[in-house]
């Protein structure tokens, strides 16, 4: 500020221009926000409400919904013959019963061997069940009956890609 003139200074540049605008005429009243704010607050509220009950009704469901998923896998078998060798004797075929259990020993899912593939890395006898509740503690999976049973450790990632069990046999 030019203190004798009682001016603003822009160093290097002289006095600051200072630019204001002439008195105009009056604004209109805004009487459209007095009539509007107490619907606009209603209309928040009941909106506000609504979505803290959509909220809690979804973290709800989600901490009450066990996640579920496919569980796939296959047992090793003799191209040739189409079945399974188990250890300690017997041998496992299509419909031979597979028994799924979590890692408290609480059975998960039953269903059998269904369907024989041929592949580039051997044979195998396959099987696939859906809604598998899901554990990070893994799954113990039992294949067989009485001819000949065998029991293996799976993980639950190893189950939903297809694990490979290979009765050693």
């Known amino acids: 500020?030019?203190?004798?003139r009682g001016e603003s200074v822009t160093p290097g540049y002289g006095p600051a221009h200072e630019m204001w605008?002439?008195?105009?005429?009056?604004?209109?009243?805004?009487?459209?926000?007095?009539r509007t704010r107490v619907p606009v607050i209603v209309a928040t509220s009941i909106a506000m409400v609504g979505?803290?009950?959509?909220?809690?009704?979804?973290?709800?469901?989600?901490?009450l919904t066990t996640p579920e998923f496919t569980a796939k896998g296959g047992v090793v078998a003799?191209?040739?013959?189409?079945?399974?060798?188990v250890p300690g004797g017997g041998t496992?075929?299509?419909?031979?019963?597979?028994?799924i259990y979590d890692a408290a020993g609480g059975e998960v899912a039953t269903t059998?061997?269904?369907?024989?593939?041929r592949g580039d890395d051997g044979c195998r006898l396959t099987f696939e069940v859906s809604g598998v509740e899901y554990t990070d503690a893994g799954?113990?999976?039992?294949?067989?009956?009485?001819?000949?049973?065998?029991?293996e450790s799976i993980s639950t990632a190893a189950l939903q890609q297809g694990a490979v069990l290979?009765?050693?046999g």
Not at 52 to 62: D, K, L, N, R
């Open 51 to 63: 979505f803290a009950v959509v909220v809690i009704a979804a973290v709800i469901a989600g901490l």
């Open 166 to 168: 290979r009765p050693l």
């Open 21 to 34: 605008l002439d008195p105009g005429p009056p604004l209109p009243r805004r009487t459209w926000q007095r």
């Open 78 to 85: 003799d191209c040739a013959t189409e079945v399974a060798a």
């Open 112 to 117: 059998t061997l269904s369907r024989f593939l």
């Open 139 to 151: 799954y113990l999976v039992t294949v067989g009956d009485a001819d000949g049973r065998f029991s």
């Open 92 to 99: 496992l075929a299509r419909g031979a019963r597979v028994v």
């Open 1 to 4: 500020m030019d203190r004798e």
